[in-house]
């Protein structure tokens, strides 16, 4: 068989013929180039786990007289220990074996089953409920808090209520987890454990009877600093120079108005998966629509933006309208389509969400000021727009939030360096 493979490989291209491949990726090529027939593999599997079974069977499989097919199976109840089995025919028989011995092997492997098991068997689940983004952050926090921890080796049916509470109350001590933190942590062990419920390994799920008092607990969040979290007037006003130079020049020949991206976020507080999937069809006259968004990092475009605000209408300030004009007059000179996506000449708005972080990452180094991502920037719009009179409402509804909590906690910061913050401070309190 692998000289079959070997023949239809690029016999020129010896660093492919000797690339090692995933069985996944094998048996695909297996079955395309009608090598083999994985109908006939799974059949193949079948046979083999039923002979294994039935191997196993401690009583003999015999045909009576009027042609049915008889066996034994354990009974406790019965006075000899066992029961008779009878079936018209052989294969009826032989199904029903393999059923009773594999229940009793599910019943054998819920006693046995630890988190460690489960885990697999939960984020595939988990994975078609939530988005890619989610699914990322589990792993990490599950290879972070969980991989090497005694309890997710340990029978779940054993876990005491008592453990976990212990257990949860370490972790918390140990990682100086705050309310942020302990929410992410603790998802991973309440919904495994409901999963175990939904499964019937377990018949309750302990944790939630554990109690955290969180004042006592956990760490108050502290704020962070305003120079980590929004880019001050100088630095904006460098960053928009830098930007306009680039896109000038044209140092990014492939992705050429990335540069444009990154002043675009400082005038419109869009998300970077927004920006990604804007389209022309979005602009109408000095507003925009935003109704879409590109995931990362599986580059899917999906018709909806993050949460649960919905689509949202965006004022354009003149600067930002003239940013889409350029474009798209800049696209009718050199004859490419003015249909699809603003910011994305090559449709494909993964790599233009990968080109925006990346270009404005250069140009902070350029400029020797502290490196910060794209959604610093739409830190810095609504930090802007509070700072200057706009109102909660207006400001929470153009960011796309729900709750006015979610602006005011993590949005609004003061962009003022601290000569200026020094001569507010002292204007304030001698006038």
């Known amino acids: 068989m ?18 090692a491949f995933s069985p996944e990726e094998t048996l695909a090529f297996l079955e395309i180039n009608g090598i083999i027939d994985l109908r006939d593999v799974e059949e193949n599997m079948r046979k083999a786990r039923k002979e294994k079974i039935l191997q196993k069977h401690p009583y003999s499989i015999y045909q009576g007289k ?28 032989e199904t029903l074996l393999c059923k009773h011995y594999e229940s009793i092997e599910a019943g054998l492997f819920k006693n046995v089953c630890t988190l460690e098991d489960l885990y697999p ?44 509470d212990t257990w949860v109350h370490t972790m918390i001590r140990e990682h100086g987890m705050n309310a942020h933190k302990y929410g ?14 939904d499964s ?19 760490v108050p969040e502290v704020k962070k600093p305003d120079h980590t979290q929004v880019f001050t007037k100088s630095e904006e006003s460098m960053l928009i120079e830098r930007a306009w130079k680039a896109f000038n020049k044209r140092e990014n020949y492939i992705q050429r108005y990335a540069p444009l991206a990154v002043i675009f976020l400082f005038y419109t507080g869009l998300r970077l998966g927004e920006i990604s999937a804007l389209k022309f069809e979005d602009i109408t006259g000095k507003r925009m629509l935003v109704n879409r968004l590109v995931r990362f990092p599986t580059g899917e475009i999906v018709d909806h933006t993050k949460g649960a605000y919905g689509s949202r209408t965006v004022p354009l300030i003149p600067n930002a309208a003239d940013i889409i004009d ?3 007059t800049h696209r009718q000179e050199e004859g490419l389509d003015i249909d699809g996506y603003i910011f994305c000449p090559n449709e494909k708005p993964v790599s233009t969400y990968n080109a925006i972080e990346r270009v404005l990452k250069k140009y902070c180094q350029d400029l020797g000021i ?18 200057n009179g706009v109102s909660i409402n207006t400001t929470r509804q153009l960011a796309g939030h ?27 309190l001698t006038h």
């Not at 692998?2 to 690339?19: M, T, V």
């Not at 042609?67 to 052989?90: A, C, F, M, Q």
């Open 2 to 19: 692998k000289a079959g493979i070997s023949s239809q490989l690029n016999k020129n291209d010896a660093a492919l013929a000797s690339a």
């Open 66 to 93: 009027d042609g049915r097919w008889r066996t034994h199976l354990p009974d406790d109840s019965n006075s000899e220990g066992r029961r008779l089995i009878v079936k018209t025919h052989l294969d009826e028989l």
């Open 121 to 164: 068997a939960w984020i595939e689940y988990k994975s078609v409920h939530v988005c890619e983004t989610t699914v990322i952050r589990i792993k990490k926090d599950w290879r972070k808090y969980y991989e090497n921890a005694e309890i997710v080796k340990k029978p779940i049916r054993s876990i005491t209520k008592l453990e976990i």
């Open 184 to 197: 992410n942590f603790s998802v991973i062990l309440r919904q495994m454990l409901e999963f175990a419920v």
């Open 200 to 218: 019937e390994i377990i018949e309750k799920n302990l944790f939630l009877d554990v109690r955290i008092n969180r004042r006592r607990v956990l």
């Open 326 to 328: 350029l474009i798209r």
């Open 370 to 387: 502290e490196e910060r991502s794209p959604h610093k920037e739409r830190k810095t719009f609504t930090s802007a727009l509070l700072s």
């Open 402 to 428: 729900v709750d006015e909590r979610t602006t005011l906690n993590n949005y609004c910061y003061d962009r003022s360096d601290e000569d200026e913050k020094l001569a507010q401070i002292t204007y304030a």
